[in-house]
């Protein structure tokens, strides 16, 4: 073992069942640099996202769009391992919390999720939305949920944009008891048999490194990837990932006879289910909303990935 091999631990919380890597913590890096005209479009857009979102209308206005969330079924196959079949991952990501969707808003959502008994809650990142104390938010509806195996996280580009401090965004999601997977994976166990759940920091405001996420995995085993930006798959992929979970581009949150204004991914990751060779993508189209408190043929969307055995 070289001194940069992570050593295998358990996570105190259920030690028989979960283990993992030695953890890196978050970092804050430099902004990235943007063209001015990015950045100006940036600026109007997160001033009228503001402006808006302070008015407790724009807050009705998407509790009526969460009304018609879904909550999709993805199937996740994984050979021959009965210990996993049936086992549920929840996969929320763009809750971009605090402009429209505040905690009664969350409560329906979660509310909703633990119905369906979820034995892992993922959350994909864009947790706030412009500002850190966003992320506050969270405290009191994570409480509806109790996963067997616990919650987890990565971070998106919204987290690394507005928050000015990534390791107190991570110290304040592991007080909730979340685990953050920056960069790195944990092994779930279950009736003998295990898969790998990792995650990566976000593709362009983070550092990510899959290759380290990946560390501890055994040869063949099934593998989940956290992903914020569903263009990740490209590499998921070339590291036999059986399945990543993205968000990021909200199913384009307004498309107009299938036309959005923006994307969000350069290789047409938009929503739903993707496959290169044996690996798989899932993008879902998020919880919250960004600028305006619309969505329009793209439903809010949380999916529950359900394993099964062959
Ligand atoms: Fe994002």
């Given amino acids: 073992m070289t001194a940069l091999e ?20 978050l970092q804050s890096w430099p902004k990235r640099r943007r063209h001015p005209l990015h950045e100006f479009a940036d600026f109007f857009a997160v001033r009228l996202n503001r402006l808006i979102g302070d008015h407790g209308w724009a807050k009705r206005i998407y509790w009526q769009a969460l009304r018609q969330t879904e ?7 994984v050979g021959d391992r009965p210990g996993l079949h049936g086992l549920r991952i929840a996969f929320l990501t763009d809750l971009h919390l605090g402009s429209y969707l505040d905690a009664d808003a969350l409560d329906l959502v979660l509310g909703e999720v633990a119905l369906r008994r979820p034995d892992i809650v993922c959350f994909g990142g864009d947790l706030i939305n412009t500002r850190a104390s966003e992320l506050d938010i969270l405290d009191r509806p994570l409480r509806l949920l109790r996963p067997r195996f616990g919650f987890f996280a990565v971070p998106g ?3 690394h944009h507005w928050h000015h401090d990534m390791g107190s965004w991570q110290d304040q999601l592991e ?11 944990v092994r779930i166990e279950r009736g003998g048999d295990s898969f790998w759940l990792a995650g990566v920091d976000d593709l362009t405001d983070g550092r990510p490194d899959i290759r380290r996420a990946l560390w501890g995995r055994d040869e063949g085993e099934p593998t989940v990837l956290l992903a914020h930006q569903p263009d990740h798959f490209l590499e998921a992929a070339k590291h036999r990932v059986d399945l990543t979970l993205s968000g990021h581009t909200h199913g384009g949150q307004v498309r107009i006879r299938g036309w959005a204004p923006i994307s969000h991914t350069r290789h047409g990751y938009t929503a739903g289910r993707f496959r290169d060779g044996d690996s798989e993508l899932y993008v879902s189209r998020g919880v919250g ?12 969307e949380v999916p529950i990935v359900r394993c099964v055995a062959e």
């Fill in 71 to 77: 909550y999709s079924e993805v199937r996740m196959p």
């Fill in 6 to 25: 992570p050593r295998i631990r358990s996570i105190e919380t259920s030690p028989c069942d979960v283990q993992t890597v030695e953890p890196v913590r």
């Fill in 289 to 300: 909303a960004t600028i305006l408190p619309l969505r329009v043929g793209a439903r809010a």
């Fill in 175 to 185: 007080a909730l008891g979340v685990t953050v997977l920056n960069n790195h994976g």
């Fill in 157 to 159: 580009n919204h987290d």
